[in-house]
T-cell receptor
Framework: DVKVTQSSRYLVKRTGEKVFLECVQD?????MFWYRQDPGLGLRLIYF???????EKGDIPEGYSVSREKKERFSLILESASTNQTSMYLC??????????????FGEGSRLTVL | GQNIDQPTEMTATEGAIVQINCTYQ??????LFWYQQHAGEAPTFLSY??LDGLEEKGRFSSFLSRSKGYSYLLLKELQMKDSASYLC??????????WGAGTKLIIKP
Protein backbone atom coordinates (compact mmCIF):
# COMPACT_ATOMS: atom_id res chain seq x y z
CA ASP A 1 0.00 0.00 0.00
CA VAL A 2 1.08 3.53 -0.73
CA LYS A 3 1.86 5.36 2.43
CA VAL A 4 2.10 9.09 2.88
CA THR A 5 3.26 10.03 6.36
CA GLN A 6 3.01 13.47 7.90
CA SER A 7 5.28 14.12 10.83
CA SER A 8 2.80 15.71 13.23
CA ARG A 9 -0.94 15.18 13.58
CA TYR A 10 -1.45 18.12 15.92
CA LEU A 11 0.65 21.21 16.52
CA VAL A 12 0.10 24.34 18.58
CA LYS A 13 2.38 27.28 17.81
CA ARG A 14 2.57 30.94 18.73
CA THR A 15 2.31 33.84 16.31
CA GLY A 16 5.67 34.54 14.72
CA GLU A 17 7.12 31.08 15.27
CA LYS A 18 8.68 29.14 12.40
CA VAL A 19 6.81 25.95 11.65
CA PHE A 20 8.00 22.89 9.72
CA LEU A 21 5.56 20.30 8.41
CA GLU A 22 7.21 17.19 7.04
CA CYS A 23 5.77 14.72 4.56
CA VAL A 24 7.29 11.45 3.37
CA GLN A 25 5.94 9.01 0.76
CA ASP A 26 7.21 5.52 0.13
CA UNK A 27 6.04 4.79 -3.42
CA UNK A 28 8.61 6.68 -5.48
CA UNK A 29 6.02 9.17 -6.71
CA UNK A 30 7.34 12.13 -8.67
CA UNK A 31 4.53 14.49 -7.71
CA MET A 32 3.90 15.86 -4.25
CA PHE A 33 1.44 18.48 -3.04
CA TRP A 34 0.59 20.55 0.02
CA TYR A 35 -3.02 21.58 0.57
CA ARG A 36 -4.85 23.31 3.35
CA GLN A 37 -8.41 22.36 4.24
CA ASP A 38 -10.76 24.75 5.99
CA PRO A 39 -14.46 24.28 6.84
CA GLY A 40 -16.77 25.28 4.00
CA LEU A 41 -13.94 25.60 1.51
CA GLY A 42 -12.53 23.12 -0.96
CA LEU A 43 -8.99 21.92 -0.67
CA ARG A 44 -6.67 24.76 -1.61
CA LEU A 45 -3.29 24.09 -3.15
CA ILE A 46 -0.37 25.82 -1.48
CA TYR A 47 2.62 24.42 -3.37
CA PHE A 48 3.43 21.38 -5.47
CA UNK A 49 6.49 19.68 -6.83
CA UNK A 50 7.01 17.48 -9.87
CA UNK A 51 10.61 16.58 -9.16
CA UNK A 52 13.41 16.90 -6.67
CA UNK A 53 14.42 20.51 -6.03
CA UNK A 54 11.52 21.66 -8.17
CA UNK A 55 8.59 23.63 -6.75
CA GLU A 56 5.61 25.47 -8.16
CA LYS A 57 3.26 27.89 -6.45
CA GLY A 58 -0.31 26.82 -6.07
CA ASP A 59 -3.32 29.01 -5.43
CA ILE A 60 -2.35 30.33 -1.98
CA PRO A 61 1.45 30.33 -1.59
CA GLU A 62 1.70 33.56 0.40
CA GLY A 63 3.23 33.02 3.83
CA TYR A 64 4.52 29.55 2.93
CA SER A 65 7.61 28.01 1.39
CA VAL A 66 8.55 24.44 0.55
CA SER A 67 11.59 22.24 0.21
CA ARG A 68 12.11 19.07 -1.77
CA GLU A 69 15.68 17.90 -1.36
CA LYS A 70 14.84 14.21 -1.78
CA LYS A 71 12.21 12.55 -3.93
CA GLU A 72 10.35 11.03 -1.02
CA ARG A 73 10.22 14.13 1.20
CA PHE A 74 8.32 17.37 0.75
CA SER A 75 8.40 19.92 3.54
CA LEU A 76 6.12 22.89 4.13
CA ILE A 77 7.54 25.84 6.01
CA LEU A 78 5.72 28.70 7.66
CA GLU A 79 8.45 31.31 8.20
CA SER A 80 6.41 33.35 10.67
CA ALA A 81 3.15 31.71 11.65
CA SER A 82 0.02 33.83 11.86
CA THR A 83 -3.41 33.08 13.30
CA ASN A 84 -4.96 32.93 9.82
CA GLN A 85 -2.75 29.94 9.10
CA THR A 86 -4.62 27.87 11.66
CA SER A 87 -5.87 25.01 9.50
CA MET A 88 -5.64 21.35 8.53
CA TYR A 89 -2.68 20.76 6.24
CA LEU A 90 -2.77 17.78 3.90
CA CYS A 91 0.15 16.36 1.97
CA UNK A 92 -0.46 14.21 -1.10
CA UNK A 93 1.52 12.35 -3.72
CA UNK A 94 0.72 10.87 -7.12
CA UNK A 95 2.07 9.45 -10.35
CA UNK A 96 -0.15 11.89 -12.20
CA UNK A 97 1.24 13.81 -15.13
CA UNK A 98 -0.02 15.08 -18.47
CA UNK A 99 -1.88 12.37 -20.31
CA UNK A 100 -1.64 9.93 -17.44
CA UNK A 101 -3.86 11.23 -14.65
CA UNK A 102 -3.89 9.26 -11.47
CA UNK A 103 -5.29 9.36 -8.01
CA UNK A 104 -3.85 11.37 -5.17
CA UNK A 105 -2.67 9.58 -2.04
CA PHE A 106 -3.08 11.72 1.04
CA GLY A 107 -1.39 11.78 4.40
CA GLU A 108 -3.44 11.81 7.60
CA GLY A 109 -3.17 15.58 7.90
CA SER A 110 -1.53 17.98 10.33
CA ARG A 111 -3.88 20.16 12.32
CA LEU A 112 -2.05 23.39 13.14
CA THR A 113 -3.32 25.91 15.66
CA VAL A 114 -1.57 29.28 15.83
CA LEU A 115 -2.24 31.26 18.99
CA GLY B 1 -13.63 31.90 -12.53
CA GLN B 2 -13.60 28.20 -11.85
CA ASN B 3 -16.26 26.74 -9.63
CA ILE B 4 -17.36 23.40 -8.24
CA ASP B 5 -20.75 23.19 -6.50
CA GLN B 6 -22.01 20.38 -4.32
CA PRO B 7 -24.50 20.33 -1.45
CA THR B 8 -23.06 21.08 1.97
CA GLU B 9 -24.83 18.31 3.83
CA MET B 10 -27.17 15.41 3.14
CA THR B 11 -28.93 12.92 5.38
CA ALA B 12 -29.99 9.41 4.41
CA THR B 13 -31.18 6.22 6.07
CA GLU B 14 -29.19 3.03 6.48
CA GLY B 15 -29.98 0.60 3.66
CA ALA B 16 -31.27 3.33 1.34
CA ILE B 17 -29.78 4.97 -1.77
CA VAL B 18 -28.38 8.49 -1.94
CA GLN B 19 -27.20 10.61 -4.86
CA ILE B 20 -24.65 13.37 -4.31
CA ASN B 21 -24.53 15.90 -7.12
CA CYS B 22 -21.62 17.97 -8.35
CA THR B 23 -21.77 20.71 -10.96
CA TYR B 24 -18.72 22.40 -12.33
CA GLN B 25 -17.56 25.34 -14.41
CA UNK B 26 -13.89 25.07 -15.22
CA UNK B 27 -11.34 26.12 -17.79
CA UNK B 28 -11.28 22.91 -19.74
CA UNK B 29 -11.86 19.41 -18.50
CA UNK B 30 -9.56 16.43 -18.14
CA UNK B 31 -11.53 14.31 -15.74
CA LEU B 32 -13.54 14.33 -12.54
CA PHE B 33 -12.64 12.64 -9.25
CA TRP B 34 -14.66 11.65 -6.21
CA TYR B 35 -12.92 11.19 -2.86
CA GLN B 36 -14.28 10.03 0.49
CA GLN B 37 -13.06 11.60 3.72
CA HIS B 38 -14.04 10.30 7.14
CA ALA B 39 -13.87 12.81 9.96
CA GLY B 40 -10.30 13.36 11.09
CA GLU B 41 -8.89 11.17 8.34
CA ALA B 42 -7.24 11.58 4.94
CA PRO B 43 -9.32 11.69 1.74
CA THR B 44 -9.28 8.41 -0.16
CA PHE B 45 -9.92 7.92 -3.87
CA LEU B 46 -13.32 6.59 -4.95
CA SER B 47 -13.65 7.14 -8.69
CA TYR B 48 -12.43 8.90 -11.80
CA UNK B 49 -14.62 9.76 -14.83
CA UNK B 50 -13.35 11.30 -18.05
CA LEU B 51 -15.99 10.03 -20.51
CA ASP B 52 -19.75 10.49 -20.30
CA GLY B 53 -21.69 7.75 -18.63
CA LEU B 54 -21.91 5.66 -15.52
CA GLU B 55 -19.01 3.88 -13.86
CA GLU B 56 -20.02 1.25 -11.32
CA LYS B 57 -17.79 -0.01 -8.55
CA GLY B 58 -19.59 -2.18 -6.06
CA ARG B 59 -22.08 -0.18 -4.01
CA PHE B 60 -20.73 3.09 -5.44
CA SER B 61 -21.34 4.46 -8.93
CA SER B 62 -20.26 7.73 -10.52
CA PHE B 63 -21.91 9.44 -13.47
CA LEU B 64 -20.60 12.17 -15.75
CA SER B 65 -22.21 14.46 -18.32
CA ARG B 66 -19.57 16.76 -19.80
CA SER B 67 -22.06 18.74 -21.86
CA LYS B 68 -23.98 19.63 -18.70
CA GLY B 69 -20.97 20.08 -16.46
CA TYR B 70 -22.50 17.60 -14.07
CA SER B 71 -21.60 14.51 -12.12
CA TYR B 72 -23.16 12.50 -9.36
CA LEU B 73 -21.99 9.86 -6.92
CA LEU B 74 -24.58 7.18 -6.18
CA LEU B 75 -24.29 5.16 -3.01
CA LYS B 76 -26.50 2.08 -2.65
CA GLU B 77 -27.35 -0.08 0.36
CA LEU B 78 -26.06 2.59 2.68
CA GLN B 79 -24.10 1.51 5.71
CA MET B 80 -23.27 3.51 8.83
CA LYS B 81 -19.61 3.51 7.79
CA ASP B 82 -20.58 5.54 4.71
CA SER B 83 -21.03 8.56 6.97
CA ALA B 84 -18.28 10.82 5.66
CA SER B 85 -17.62 13.83 3.49
CA TYR B 86 -17.55 13.29 -0.26
CA LEU B 87 -15.28 15.56 -2.27
CA CYS B 88 -15.72 16.31 -5.98
CA UNK B 89 -12.69 17.56 -7.92
CA UNK B 90 -12.19 18.45 -11.58
CA UNK B 91 -8.94 18.36 -13.52
CA UNK B 92 -8.83 21.50 -15.65
CA UNK B 93 -7.07 22.19 -18.96
CA UNK B 94 -3.79 22.85 -17.12
CA UNK B 95 -4.10 19.54 -15.28
CA UNK B 96 -4.74 21.38 -12.03
CA UNK B 97 -7.31 19.96 -9.64
CA UNK B 98 -10.20 22.22 -8.69
CA TRP B 99 -11.96 21.03 -5.54
CA GLY B 100 -15.51 21.39 -4.31
CA ALA B 101 -16.11 22.14 -0.62
CA GLY B 102 -17.38 18.63 -0.02
CA THR B 103 -20.72 17.11 0.96
CA LYS B 104 -21.12 15.82 4.48
CA LEU B 105 -23.27 12.68 4.39
CA ILE B 106 -25.02 11.67 7.58
CA ILE B 107 -26.45 8.15 7.77
CA LYS B 108 -29.21 7.49 10.27
CA PRO B 109 -30.25 4.04 11.49
Amino acid sequence: DVKVTQSSRYLVKRTGEKVFLECVQDMDHENMFWYRQDPGLGLRLIYFSYDVKMKEKGDIPEGYSVSREKKERFSLILESASTNQTSMYLCASSLWDRGNTGELFFGEGSRLTVL
Amino acid sequence: GQNIDQPTEMTATEGAIVQINCTYQTSGFNGLFWYQQHAGEAPTFLSYNVLDGLEEKGRFSSFLSRSKGYSYLLLKELQMKDSASYLCAVLDSNYQLIWGAGTKLIIKP
